[in-house]
């Protein structure tokens, strides 16, 4: 079975700064992909980005961007140029391959403040 | 239309009532899902349809009743809940599943009393 660990419940980061969210995973899959989606409070789950395991290069969307480490089971988020829009409930999740079910993590409470 | 739609926002019902939500995506995917989140939690899979068809029911009480009338419509009928039924539940959809993620809809808040 796979897990998800979030180590951070919460964080706290100034408007305009750069914070780093973790993730760690245990599987014995060697195909899958892994997620980071944020809820803010308006509830609706928003997939920030994805990244596939068999690709090496970490994947990056705008301000967003992974440290995507196989072999040490890490998948950390990078938010660089905050936003008081980022504050949100962070969660990592992983999917194996053919899979229809995400893992989730426990999440990691952002709140970027002004 | 990117969008998932859930109606009712907000529920609240009591023990022996029977009620619906119902979940609308026109995106041409052929997944959809429901997930029930309780507070300060990650979502909790209930139900998967694939092309229509029930495809992953997570051992979730007979009290929940989910449909799927359509490919793009997706109900979860409500009956004789239990106040710690409480939580926040999910419709998603996909188009292939863990290539792309899914879209979520914002959610209906239930509450039972």
């Known amino acids: 079975a796979q897990t998800v660990t979030q180590s951070q419940p919460e964080m706290s980061v100034q408007e305009a700064e750069t914070v780093t969210l973790s993730c760690t995973y245990d599987?014995?899959?060697?195909?899958?992909?892994l997620f980071w989606y944020k809820q803010p409070p308006s509830r609706q789950m928003i997939l920030v980005i994805r990244q596939e395991a068999y690709k090496q290069q970490n994947a990056t969307e705008n301000r967003f961007s992974v440290n995507f480490q196989k072999a040490a089971k890490s998948f950390s988020l990078k938010i660089s140029d905050s936003q008081l829009g980022d504050t949100a409930m962070y969660f990592c999740?992983?999917?194996?391959?053919?899979?229809?079910?995400?893992?989730f993590g426990p999440g990691t409470r952002l709140s970027v403040l002004p | 239309d990117t969008e998932v739609t859930q109606t009712p926002k907000h529920l609240v019902m009591g023990m022996t009532n029977k009620k619906s939500l119902k979940c609308e995506q026109h995106m041409g995917h052929r997944a959809m899902y429901w997930y029930k989140q309780k507070a300060k939690k990650p979502p909790e899979l209930m139900f998967v349809y694939s092309y229509e068809k029930l495809s992953i029911n997570e051992s979730v009480p007979s009290r929940f009743s989910p449909e799927c009338p359509n490919s793009s419509l997706l109900n979860l009928h409500l009956h004789a809940l239990q106040p710690e039924d409480s939580a926040l539940y999910l419709c998603a959809s996909s188009q292939g599943g863990e290539r792309y993620g899914y879209t979520f809809g914002s959610g209906t808040r239930l509450t039972v009393v």
């Open positions: 599987t014995s899959e060697n195909n899958y992909y």
């Open positions: 999740a992983f999917m194996k391959n053919y899979g229809q079910n995400f893992v």
